[in-house]
């Protein structure tokens, strides 16, 4: 499938896991992404979870008048996403459009009506000068 796949099934995944700790998975989610897709969403997964204190801190520092606590779960694991995606794989000078447009396209599927501009924002500011 593609990569836009891979970071749904990874925000699918971590949002479940903020649900019930004890998931692993999602039962059929997966199947239809290729090896290079799952290693990704794989990778994405694994760079959320060992580095989040990181992570919080990083987007914590990035958001004006809200606590980690007010956000919104699939806002704020669209968020981590993306920030561990730009600080932990890959290149990011090239990568930081593909990276912002991504969460916000997120965003706009899955999260609230205004969402993805409030994604938008914070990732904007919690990017730049990297």
């Known amino acids: 499938m593609s990569r836009r796949s891979a970071r749904e099934y990874a925000l699918k995944v971590l949002y479940s896991r903020e ?9 059929g989610e997966g199947k239809s992404l290729s090896e290079k897709d799952k290693d990704f969403a794989n990778a994405l997964i694994r760079a959320v979870t060992e ?3 990181p992570l919080d801190t990083l987007l914590q ?3 004006k008048h809200w606590s980690l ?5 699939v806002d ?6 993306a920030l561990a995606e730009f600080n932990y794989l890959g290149d990011q ?4 459009k593909v990276i912002l447009n991504e969460a916000i396209e997120m965003a706009k599927v899955y999260g609230g009506d205004s969402s993805w ?9 919690a990017m730049k000068g990297k």
């Open 19 to 27: 649900l019930n700790p004890e998931t692993e998975a999602i039962d």
């Open 51 to 53: 580095h989040k204190e």
């Open 61 to 63: 520092g990035h958001l």
């Open 69 to 73: 606590s007010q956000l919104n779960v």
């Open 76 to 81: 704020k694991n669209i968020l981590l996403l």
């Open 93 to 96: 000078a090239s990568q930081r």
């Open 117 to 125: 501009r409030f994604i938008n924002g914070v990732l904007d500011e």
